[in-house]
């Protein structure tokens, strides 16, 4: 289990979202984060520029046949973050709801 | 640190629920991907059996080509890359998936000089299992995200 710690960079909804969906895959293309936060293009490029900078994700290019495709992944320390964040996050819902406190033993 | 309260707290909980749900939709594999797997293996015992050892090279080759083709094509059909399991369930579903494709190929490169009905034999059993195992690990792993969901 993680050791609850609340952060700034992951707590954006979007970001929450991004790492979410990262944490479960190896990898996830542009165009599927961008369907499944249901945002721009712009918007994604902005968050995903915050968790690189934060060094909580990686961005790559493979080089192939047809269009390039931008694959994001999320890094250790970003996993960590995330896996922090959601412990905080349960500890306040638990906090505020006893009967969720279950939901603190989750593994991220 | 921002000012969370419980309710906010557990909104962004069951949005983190909400993007495991919707992880697990597009982990489902395509129909042609164990098919097509299961024959470069099933291609691969019998050219192991049956045939000269440059041939059967060649066959080798065609699997570990025809394999990147598939995890490619599943990758761009899919837009996100499975990872590799890390819980017991998933990881034992696909531990038997691998031996059902390992054991046929194994038993004819180990054993050798198999009569041609044997070799067929275990090429249609390395095309079985690859199609009714692989369809069972992607369901354990699904099913393990969406348990975490819900969690």
Redesign the interface.
């Given at each position: 289990m993680s050791v609850p710690r609340f952060d700034e960079v992951v707590h954006a909804p979007n970001r929450l979202q991004i790492c979410a969906l990262l944490v479960a895959v190896d990898r996830a293309e542009f165009a599927t984060l961008r369907e499944s936060l249901g945002v721009a293009d712009s918007v994604l490029s902005k968050h995903l520029k915050v968790l690189v900078d934060a060094g909580y994700v990686v961005l790559a290019k493979p080089a192939g046949h047809g269009r390039v495709r931008t694959w994001a992944s999320i890094t250790g320390s970003g996993r960590t973050a995330f896996a922090g964040h959601v412990a905080e996050l349960q500890r306040l819902a638990a906090t505020a709801d006893p009967s969720s406190v279950e939901a603190g033993t989750e593994r991220y | 640190?921002?000012n969370?309260?419980?309710?906010?707290?557990?909104r962004?909980?069951d949005?983190?629920a909400?993007?495991?749900r919707?992880?697990?939709a597009?982990?489902r594999t395509p129909r042609w991907y164990y098919p097509a797997l299961g024959l470069l293996v099933a291609q691969m015992v019998a050219a192991h059996g049956l045939l000269a050892s440059p041939l059967a090279v060649l066959s080798s080759l065609a699997v570990a080509v025809g394999a990147g083709w598939l995890v490619?094509a599943y990758?761009?059909h899919?837009?996100?890359?499975?990872?590799?399991p890390d819980s017991l369930r998933s990881g034992l579903a696909l531990a038997v998936f691998a031996a059902g494709i390992m054991v046929p190929v194994l038993i004819v490169v180990l054993v050798g000089d198999l009569a041609a009905t044997s070799v067929l034999l275990l090429a249609a059993s390395a095309l079985v299992a690859t199609v009714v195992l692989g369809p069972v690990y992607d369901a354990v792993n699904r099913a393990d995200?969406r348990r975490?969901a819900a969690?």
């Open positions: - | 640190m921002e969370v309260s419980g309710h906010d707290a557990r962004s909980l949005a983190v909400e993007s495991r919707e992880v697990a597009r982990l490619h990758a761009s899919a837009g996100v890359v499975a990872r590799f995200l975490r969690a």
